[in-house]
């Protein structure tokens, strides 16, 4: 039978027309027609534009009659569209003051907030016409995608191993090997699956994919002259729709299609997919910037505003978004689940999240709606949330941020302690605790181990490999005077700042690096490496690459050749990682033998057996886990000793001894070059002298007893 | 848009002409979709079809899974590369067998 909603009521010029239904917002296809439905507080009349695909001008714009408006919510069926043609916006009327923060001008084409496809930027770097009425046009996408028989994998946290990387940067360098028409998009990244399977991690972490402008941004290189652009994306201008020109179909509009088949074949080969969303703040900018969206929809409504109608600037980008506000909070909410559901993503990482913990005037809240929401919520259940616990206003949260048994954290601490460790400062009992999961953070609020999101690296400040190359940062290709990006960088340069032909300080950074992937996949929590660290990826000691689209970000793939080595040793370590339950605990160590081994789950020695050297100048520390306490003493692993000398001489460490019949075998020794610094898990040789080892300097090693 | 239906023993051979986009695919899926019986061959020419839009695709896979559903096959030929590329990238190659010639494609069917 034939509905009779599916008929006109209304007329405006050639365009048939009927109430809307105020949800979904944005605009849905309906049988006929278009639902456009979009809500603003304080505007007091609202008009849908339409264009055809790419015009400078409007081919009409519809008033929304006032009696189909619900609340504050305008919405209208527009009959008879050619909807795979169109673009739309809207314009809104209502006040205008600043101090009371109203922004409202009629002579605006707004985007709408909840557009799922976003033009104007279709192809990466080609420069926009800043004369266009309209930049950023929302489309309306098909949401049919055949899905099969796939859905997120539900990886359990603690055996998540993260590889944070950037569409872009990932395959657009021409060695990448990939046709040129994929290069730095989703089909490339889908391409090179089987590199990622190889290197064995189960997760990408995704930079910012959501729409943003590469454009926004007014300075230049004071090197080559060259123009700055936005490249990582970290400023939404959309939160609904995948960044175009990360798409190889994004001239044909297909972007959506191409991010959920790259989904899909991620999932068909166990690798997970995590976004790292942006909601802090928008592309919008301070009371300078442009106005995309939401500033002339419902300014009051979406930003943090001060008493005098300027922008609050938690976010170190100009505004800030205001998350506890209900309908922001719904606003995010309704985004999430939008990716969760339609393109079946596994988990969020949150950018800069502890201003979503904010209140509208910027204070902390104890127990922020929004996090609260996001951690209940039925859909985004399984979903894995991680937050970047700190924000540019001066608010730290590692360890303390809002969790309610959810929210992992990105562990900041981890990365300062591993990094002092390493160049062989800070102290050897801080070290056991991030070895450990981070129980003094975590454990006291029952938090699991895999709240603890391990890295060493991530894509604010150094590479790997330039964490051992460079004292200091090195940014004036950013144009700010060296000014941008952290000073604090706990790096330590092997004795020349920068690449040197001396062959002791690149066998010393060979082996700080391999140090650093050893004890990162050695320790309980969740590991994090950064793209191209795995092959010794460099950014000439530039520790803010966010605007550069060259070979600063660019994964260079000559270097899986030059640095063979590297790739292999991460790649052992990896597998070595996913070989051993016991280093994946659901649990904290309860530092007691609960099932009757003869051994607790964890002991800690140093050059002696069984006594570790916790003073402040010990540079020395060892561990041993006990199999039989694997997964909380459910799974049988084998025993496993790890020995760490962060001194700059070798020392003797006595090994612990295993249960009768046992014997010490060798997974890792980063004191010994390639190919014998490491061995595939299950080929490992036998140690000689079962008692004892000599470390060299700066030097782990890892065990393996069976 | 042109669609010529030619039989070729039992297998039907579908020749389009012209771009496939919203405005065109409604009247290629009414004119197609009989063809979907039980048991059926389908053959289609894709040599002179310049360009496929999302909705074009959506359609194809429609005819697909009609077919399917009624134990028939369904193969693709004459993609050009763009559009192979284009369906490939976005996951809809992966349901469709593809030939290069319309020799190719028969063979497949028989």
């Known amino acids: ?706 | 848009m042109e669609i010529t239906i030619k039989n070729l023993k039992d297998i039907k051979v579908v020749k389009l002409v012209g771009d496939v986009d919203a405005s065109t695919a409604p009247s290629v899926q009414q004119q197609l979709v009989p063809l979907a019986e039980l048991n059926s061959k389908i053959l289609l020419d894709m040599t002179q079809v310049p360009y496929m839009s999302s909705a074009g695709l959506r359609m194809l896979l429609t005819l697909y899974r009609q077919t399917s559903a009624k134990d028939g096959k369904l193969v693709l030929v004459g993609l050009s590369e763009d559009l192979q590329d284009t369906m490939s990238v976005t996951g809809f190659l992966d349901f469709f067998t593809t030939g290069t010639t319309l020799e190719e494609g028969l063979a497949v069917l028989n």
């Open chain 1, 1 to 706: 039978m034939e509905r009779i909603d599916i008929h006109p009521t209304h007329i405006h010029g050639d365009f048939k027309l009927r109430r809307g239904k105020p949800f979904p917002f944005g605009a849905t296809l309906v049988p006929g027609g278009v639902n456009f439905s979009i809500f603003s507080s304080y505007a007091t009349s609202c008009i849908l534009v339409l264009f055809a695909k790419h015009a400078p001008q409007p081919m009409a714009e519809i008033p929304f009659p006032e009696e189909f408006r619900i609340g504050n919510v305008y919405c209208m069926v527009v009959f008879n569209l050619d909807y795979e043609n169109l673009e739309y916006g809207y314009r809104l009327d209502g006040p205008t003051n600043f101090q009371e923060g109203h922004w409202f001008d009629n002579q605006k084409i707004l985007m709408d907030p909840y557009a799922k496809i976003i033009g104007g930027r279709d192809i990466w770097g080609i420069p926009p016409n800043w004369d266009d009425v309209y930049q950023h046009r929302a489309r309306i996408a098909f949401d049919d995608f055949d899905w099969e028989d796939d859905r997120p994998l539900e990886i359990p946290p603690e055996d998540q191993i993260i590889y944070e990387m950037h569409v872009r940067s990932f395959t657009r360098h021409p060695s990448s090997g990939v046709k040129e028409k994929h290069e730095g998009t989703f089909a490339g990244i889908r391409d090179k699956i089987p590199y990622l399977k190889e290197l064995g991690v189960n997760a990408v972490e995704l930079m910012p994919i959501f729409e943003f402008d590469e454009f926004e941004n007014n300075r230049t290189n004071p090197e080559t002259g060259e123009m700055l652009l936005n490249y990582w994306g970290y400023s939404t201008v959309g939160f609904f729709a995948p960044k175009a020109g990360y798409a190889a179909t994004g001239r044909l509009g297909m972007q959506v299609d191409e991010l959920k088949a790259l989904v899909k074949e991620l999932h068909k080969n166990g690798i997970e997919v995590i976004l790292d969303v942006v909601f802090n703040h928008t592309a919008e900018g301070n009371e300078y910037g442009p106005t995309i969206s939401f500033r002339g929809i419902d300014n009051k409504t979406y930003y943090m505003l001060t008493p005098e109608g300027y922008y609050f600037n938690f976010s170190g980008c100009g505004n800030t978004l205001n998350c506890n506000n209900p309908i922001v909070r719904n606003m995010v909410l309704d985004c999430l689940r939008y990716w969760a559901e339609e393109y079946h993503i596994d988990g969020f990482r949150f950018d800069l999240a502890s201003i979503l913990g904010r209140d509208p005037w910027g204070f902390p809240l104890a127990n922020p709606p929004l996090l609260e929401t996001l951690a209940f919520d039925p859909i985004l259940a399984k979903c894995k949330l991680i937050a970047e616990a700190w924000d540019a206003g001066g608010l730290y949260q590692v360890g303390s941020f809002p969790a309610y048994g959810r929210w992992a954290e990105w562990n900041g601490k981890y990365r300062d302690a591993m990094r002092k460790f390493l160049k062989g400062n800070g102290s050897v009992g801080e070290i056991a605790q991030r070895l450990q999961g981070s129980p003094d953070l975590y454990a006291w609020e029952g938090r699991e181990p895999a709240t603890s999101i391990n890295f060493i690296t991530a894509h604010d400040g150094f590479t790997l490999m330039d964490l051992v190359s460079y004292n200091w940062k090195h940014n004036e290709a950013n144009g700010e005077n060296n000014n941008d990006g952290s000073n604090d960088n706990d790096s330590w340069n092997c004795g020349w700042e920068g690449s040197t032909e001396d062959p002791g300080i690149n066998a010393l950074r060979r082996r700080q690096i391999k140090n650093a992937v050893a004890m990162l996949m050695v320790s309980q929590g969740v590991p994090m490496i950064l793209m191209g660290d795995e092959v010794g990826r460099t950014q000439y000691g530039n520790n803010n690459t966010y605007c550069h689209d060259n070979e600063l970000n660019w994964l260079d793939w000559t270097l899986l050749e030059t640095n063979a080595d590297l790739f292999r040793f991460f790649k052992n370590c990896i597998a070595f990682r996913k070989a051993h339950p016991v280093l994946r605990n659901r649990q904290h160590f309860q530092n007691r033998d609960y099932v009757g081994s003869g051994y607790a789950d964890i002991t800690w020695h140093g050059t002696q057996a069984w006594n570790a050297d916790w003073s402040d100048s010990s540079h020395t520390l060892a561990f041993m886990l006990c199999g039989k306490h694997a997964k909380q003493g459910n799974i049988v692993d084998n025993y496993i000793y790890v020995a760490m000398n962060m001194y700059w001489e070798a020392h003797w460490f006595e090994i612990p001894g295993l249960p009768e019949g046992m014997k010490w075998n060798v997974f890792a020794n980063t004191g010994v070059t390639s190919p014998e610094d490491s061995w595939e898990p299950g080929t490992e040789p036998l140690l000689e002298n079962q008692t004892g080892l000599l470390l060299g300097d700066r030097s782990v090693v890892i065990l393996v007893g069976k």
